[in-house]
């Protein structure tokens, strides 16, 4: 006989507020102090309107996630500012809708047409590297943005971000303000305290963020009405694939649908990829010795030549970095899901339209599965350690069938720039900065990451 909701144990919540004041800045922390001291289910209220229940057992994941659209949706029409920003792309979008746009989205997502992209990463990734200089200060999680973005806009839809007088292009300026815009929002309580009203209350930054998305969508929706005009060529972009995608019936995309998967694409291709990659060069920058290994394996994979597709099955150790930096720095730390009907959980009845929360923060430190959790250790993933991972721990890039359908996409990204950077260069940390986390849904560092840049080439002429 199972337990209702009300028997879930959980932190006390405070009148109105709830829980929201226990979180502050930190809500990644307070999640983990919850499941250590709850236990497997943990009932945490965020909203005066219904419950929030955390859960940690990897097959209670599992079932969650694989069952998403049969039995649980994703619940993003709550959220006015994710709604706002990404329309009804396939992030936010849900059951027969969201099927049909996967469906016609998936081609794009193909090995070889992702395959496609490997040089144009290299190439974007060299001329980031042309602009470093020996010993030079720089905020690298500036630099991975960047060059993620335009990475993202060479390959989704064929332009080229890149400015040499170093002047910011109108999409990233725009795109970089709607995401501070979201981010200073998604993570202010007092934001949060206002949506629970009645009534519409204008927040400080609204304007900015509106101006900003309708900045953004005037350019993207002028690139896809030029696309649109010139015909439906591919030009090896995944505009094009979208552009060519048809249903069974014939029907493809509308300029609105096209809008909303451009935007998602754009947003989520280079803001993961760019965290993923400033906390894998932090990472090594604090430990010498895996740094150490990893330029050994590049220096006798590469033998000199730029990173490449091939290269890739090669590099075994430089995608283990990759994997360690994701499990203690996971793209997307916290993930939920909203059951459409009650459910049982955990010995539970949870009810209809209540939120359940996996976060991949803490299913990546639980140590039952992963020896010294919280010390960097590319060499513990091993093909029989990933093995012996049970399903539903290690979810960088979620799993079921809502999984992100960029994943290859990412972790090829992730190694060929790693590779690129590490090949020419090694990295320090700048004393006296300090490094924050900014968790919204992405973990962002706050203020950056600043770190020194040696040439491997100077220090090489020296040591000769």
Known sequence: MTKTQAGVPGPRPVPLLGNLLSIG?????????????????????????RDTFLITRPQDIQHVLNQTQRYFAKGYHR???????????LVTS???????????????????????????MT?????????????????IHADMMQCTMEI????????????????????????????????????????????????????????????????????????????????TEDRGDLLSMLLLARDEDGTGMTREQLRDEIMTL????????ANVLSWTLYLLAREPEAEGKLLEELDRVLGGQPPAFEHIPLLTYTQSVVKESMR?????????????????????????????????????????????????????????????????VYIPFGAGPRVCIGNQFAMMEAVLLLASIGQRFRLTLEPGHKVLLEPS????????????????????????
């Open 441 to 464: 849904i992405t973990l962002r560092p706050q203020n950056g990451i600043r770190v020194r840049v040696w040439k491997r080439s100077a220090e090489q002429e020296k040591a000769d």
């Open 328 to 392: 203690l720095y996971p793209p997307v730390w916290l993930i939920s899901r909203e059951p459409i009907e009650d459910v049982e959980i955990g010995g539970y009845t949870l009810p209809a339209g209540c939120e359940i929360s996996v976060c991949q923060w803490v299913m990546h430190r639980l140590p039952e599965y992963f020896e010294e959790p919280e010390q960097f250790q590319p060499e513990r993933w091993t093909p029989e350690f990933e093995k012996s991972l049970p399903a539903g």
């Open 94 to 120: 849900e059951g027969s809708f969201w099927l049909r746009q996967r469906r016609l989205s998936q081609p794009a997502f193909h090995h070889h047409r992702i395959r496609s992209y490997a040089d144009i």
């Open 123 to 139: 190439a974007y990734a060299q001329r980031m590297l042309a602009a470093w200089e020996h010993e030079e200060s720089r905020d």
């Open 79 to 89: 959220d006015p500012i994710l709604s706002r920003v990404l329309g009804n792309g």
């Open 152 to 231: 993202v806009a060479k390959t989704l839809f064929d332009v080229d971000l890149h400015a040499e007088d170093g002047r910011s292009n109108p999409v990233g300026e725009a795109l970089d303000a709607v995401f501070h815009e979201y981010v200073k929002q998604y993570t202010s309580v007092m934001r949060r305290l206002l949506d629970l009203l009645p009534v519409s209350v204008p927040v400080p930054g609204d304007k900015k963020l509106q101006e900003s998305v309708e900045q953004l969508n005037r350019i993207i929706l002028d690139i896809i009405d030029r696309r649109q005009a010139e015909g």
């Open 266 to 273: 754009f947003l989520a291709g280079h803001e993961t990829t």
């Open 25 to 49: 800045a930190e809500p990644h922390v307070f999640f983990a102090k919850c499941a250590e001291q709850y236990g497997p289910v943990v009932r945490i209220k965020l909203d005066p309107r």
